[in-house]
Nanobody, 122 residues
Framework: QVQLVESGGGLVQAGGSLRLSCAASGRTFSSYAMGWFRQAPGKERDFVAAISRTGDSTRYADSVKGRFTISRDNAKNTVYLQMNSLKPEDTAVYYC???????????????WGQGTQVTVSS
């Protein structure tokens, strides 16, 4: 089992940057592909980015390509989401999740964090 705790959210102006972190418990972090999702009020949870177990493969939603970067440090049991050129439409609760393989589908992720709020003002 993996427990995930996100941090790094906050309020930022449009065009600014934030880096989210997701710390995982347990010694099996490197066994999981990791993903970031987000959910705005009244909307479904959407895929943002995912990274393979070793970090050599990544996937991004079209809406964040070129602006967001996912990375991981298996020695620190942590996955990151660097978010640049933020837009008001990026406002949402951001969740990290763990899965057996890289996927953009929420249902393939077995473990989820509690989420961290990101608010981008215009």
């Amino acid at each position: 089992q993996v427990q995930l705790v996100e941090s790094g959210g906050g309020l930022v102006q449009a065009g600014g940057s934030l880096r989210l972190s997701c710390a995982a418990s347990g010694r099996t972090f490197s066994s999981y592909a990791m993903g970031w999702f987000r959910q705005a009020p009244g909307k479904e949870r959407d895929f943002v980015a995912a990274i393979s177990r070793t970090g050599d493969s990544t996937r991004y939603a079209d809406s964040v390509k070129g602006r967001f970067t996912i990375s991981r440090d298996n020695a620190k049991n942590t996955v990151y989401l660097q978010m640049n050129s933020l837009k008001p439409e990026d406002t949402a609760v951001y969740y990290c999740a763990a899965a057996s393989f890289v996927s953009f589908l929420p249902r393939t992720y077995a473990y989820w964090g509690q989420g961290t709020q990101v608010t981008v003002s215009s």
